[in-house]
């Protein structure tokens, strides 16, 4: 579950660049063959920018865009685990963090 906020330009180019970050806890369920499913969670946070361009026929606004996005994510998941051997309690890290790319069709309801 992720909170953010983004801010983009404002109406009448059909160009339309904008950014945003968020920050959440996430979890990441981890199944392995004959071991039991492991959970793992934390806090992380993430940054984006990219760029639509407006799909309007005729100079008509219809709130769909085809957008382009970089994006940057940044978290490491954990959990408590006993080690097998020596019985001591450790943590467990995974770094889920990354750089991403995405392209898609934006759409916007319309009244916002």
Known sequence: ????????????????????????YQLAFIEARDF?????????WGAWAGLGYELRPYGVSTGRALSLEVSFHEAKVSRNADDPVTGR???EFIDAGGVGFRFGLRFRVPGN
């Open 36 to 44: 039991d499913t492991e959970i793992y969670d934390s806090w992380g």
């Open 89 to 91: 309690r450790t943590r």
């Open 1 to 24: 579950m992720m909170g953010y906020i983004q801010f983009e330009s404002g109406p009448g180019s059909r160009y339309i660049p904008y950014l945003g970050a968020g920050a959440g």
